[in-house]
Each structure stands twice: as structure tokens, then as C-alpha cells.
């Protein structure tokens, strides 16, 4: 078999003029999952630490429904400025929310099976 097509193509890929913008576009992508990994971790994160807050504290501040909702989103708020220097993104929150209710809702059927 001729392998000459495999050779000149291996020369292109490995030819400095094009390895270098490659390895800058994979270096750049890479940066970026890692960098909407992490955001999405510290969401979590400080979603779960705000629900656990709220649900310790909801009675003694007289919140019910979706007064507990409102607050979830003032502490949320402060607290993601505090850890990413800015205020969450409309996507963001709808994420927080999500989570929170979900976070919510297994503590009340963690409740109700007696786990």
C-alpha cells in the first residue's frame, strides 16, 4: 500500500505554522470546560450551604412558601458576589432554584420514610 497521503498529512499536522494555533485552540477549550466545571461546582456548592441555612432558620425568621424562595435568592446572590466577584447570571439562578427545590424535596421524603 502507498502511505504517502498518511505522511503528507502527518507533515501538515506536525508543521509549527499549524501545531502551535492547534495547541493554543485545544489549551483554550480545555480552559473553558474547566472554567464552566468549576462555576457549576461553586453553584452547587453554595446552593446547598444557603438551603441548609434557610431550612435551620426559616421558622425563627417566620418564612413560608415562596418567602423561603425569595430568600434562598437575596443570600444566594450575596453569597455568589462574594465568591465569583460578580452578581449570578438569569441562567444561573434558574439553576440555584432547581437545585434548591430538588435539595428541598429529598430532605422532606428523606423525612417522611424516616432515613
Keep these: 500500500m502507498n502511505w504517502a497521503w498518511l505522511r503528507f498529512i502527518g507533515n501538515i499536522l506536525?508543521?509549527?505554522?499549524?501545531?502551535?494555533?492547534?495547541?493554543a485552540a485545544v489549551l483554550g477549550y480545555g480552559i473553558s470546560v474547566y472554567n464552566k466545571n468549576r462555576r457549576y461546582r461553586m453553584i452547587m456548592d453554595i446552593t446547598?450551604?444557603?438551603?441548609?441555612?434557610?431550612?435551620?432558620?426559616?421558622k425563627e425568621w417566620g418564612l413560608k412558601g415562596s418567602a423561603k424562595m425569595e430568600k434562598f435568592l437575596e443570600i444566594f446572590t450575596k453569597e455568589f458576589k462574594k465568591q465569583l466577584g460578580r452578581k449570578p447570571k438569569k441562567e444561573e439562578l434558574e439553576t440555584a432554584m432547581i437545585r434548591a427545590e430538588a435539595l428541598v424535596q429529598r430532605a422532606r421524603r428523606a423525612s417522611k420514610t424516616g432515613k
Design 48 to 58: 446547598a450551604d444557603v438551603v441548609d441555612y434557610i431550612e435551620e432558620h426559616y
Design 14 to 23: 506536525t508543521n509549527e505554522a499549524v501545531m502551535e494555533p492547534l495547541i
